[in-house]
């Protein structure tokens, strides 16, 4: 028996209708499954190009030694075709390879090889996917779009309208800001623990109270609620233990932030002390050095591949 075009994997036909009513059709009935086919397709080939272009070169930890390049990709051939994957139920796939160029920087040395990076499943020509025998469809799913939301609510024990916001990254941590009925501002890190949004902003190198207050000076609209400088005045007091830090990392931490500004020992003092607070709120339990708070922040915030707003989001700031 012969196998029908959907069966094969192959585009169906819209079959010809005769019309018996009066009123002429106007519009013809479109393909309503060739955009899923047309989205599959650019997904395939260039979808996947901007992904790998995004995440080449990996380096190693040092970022010294070796850098791995993805290169292109392709699709072999399926083993079996949609209507055997059912018989035999099976997922109906290609397998794919990448190939990759591998450079050894300490000697100079490329390689070059095809990486199998698995079977990705495929639509079918009716805009269908075989997962395990079944037929199946991808249902659209609504997601929220990158950019920052502001939610207005009142609270019952103060009986006052306190805001909070949240800024959604297209990837990377979620920060999530909140006012409290003590004139707080707090910043939520990944749904993880509340900092407060003075030493986040600190962390990040606003060492200055002045020079912070001034970055909510043209947004307050209430003069009995000064949420910024309560927040400053609840800050932890430093003890002189907590600024005793080498003179080389406090200047390398003072040019990643203000590298077109002279150097300030104590304001790269404050910062560090910062750090420090923000790895202990969201590191609870590990023991935190300058280090290592530094590179959770530069993880979190400031490297590309790990947090980006992206066109949506930049676009809604």
């Given at each position: ?6 069966l ?15 009123i002429?059709?106007i ?8 955009s899923?086919i ?11 190009t ?25 699709f072999?051939?399926?083993k ?18 990448v ?18 990076m ?39 024990i ?17 920060l ?12 939520k ?6 900092v ?17 207050m001034?970055?909510?000076s043209?947004?307050?609209?209430d ?75 530069r ?19």
């Amino acid at each position: 028996m012969a196998l029908s075009p959907a069966l094969k994997g192959q585009p169906t036909q819209l079959p010809e209708v005769k019309s018996y009513a009066k009123i002429p059709q106007i519009l013809e009935i479109p393909n309503l499954i060739q955009s899923q086919i047309q989205s599959w397709e650019w997904l395939k080939s260039e979808g996947l190009t901007e992904v790998y272009k995004e995440i080449s070169p990996i380096a190693d930890y040092t970022g010294n030694k070796y850098e791995l390049h993805f290169l292109e990709h392709y699709f072999r051939d399926s083993k079996y075709t949609p209507q055997q994957s059912k018989e035999r139920e099976i997922t109906y796939s290609q397998p794919l390879y990448v190939k990759t160029r591998l450079v050894m920087k300490e000697t100079g040395e490329i390689k070059e090889q095809e990486i199998f990076m698995g079977d990705i499943p495929m639509m079918t020509g009716n805009g269908t996917f075989i997962i395990n025998g079944a037929e199946r469809v991808v249902v659209s799913q609504l997601v929220r779009s990158p950019g920052i939301y502001f939610v207005l609510e009142r609270n019952a024990i103060s009986n006052r309208n306190l805001c909070s916001a949240k800024l959604i990254p297209s990837r990377g941590a979620w920060l999530e800001f909140e006012t409290s009925s003590k004139d707080i501002i707090s910043v939520k890190v990944d749904r993880k623990r509340k900092v407060s949004a003075s030493i986040f902003l600190r962390a990040l190198g606003v060492a200055d109270d002045g020079e912070m207050m001034k970055l909510f000076s043209d947004i307050y609209t209430d003069e009995n609620h000064h949420y910024m400088q309560t927040t400053l005045d609840k800050d932890p007091v430093l003890e002189p233990k907590d600024l005793n830090f080498k003179e080389d990392d406090l200047r390398s931490l003072w040019e990643w932030f203000h590298e077109d500004k002279d150097f300030d020992s104590d304001a790269a003092r404050r910062i560090a002390a910062a750090q420090i607070e923000f790895y202990r709120r969201l590191r609870p339990g590990e023991p935190p050095s300058l280090e290592n708070s530094r590179t959770l922040i530069r993880n979190l915030f400031f490297g590309p591949r790990r947090y980006d707003l992206g066109r949506v989001g930049r676009y809604k700031l």
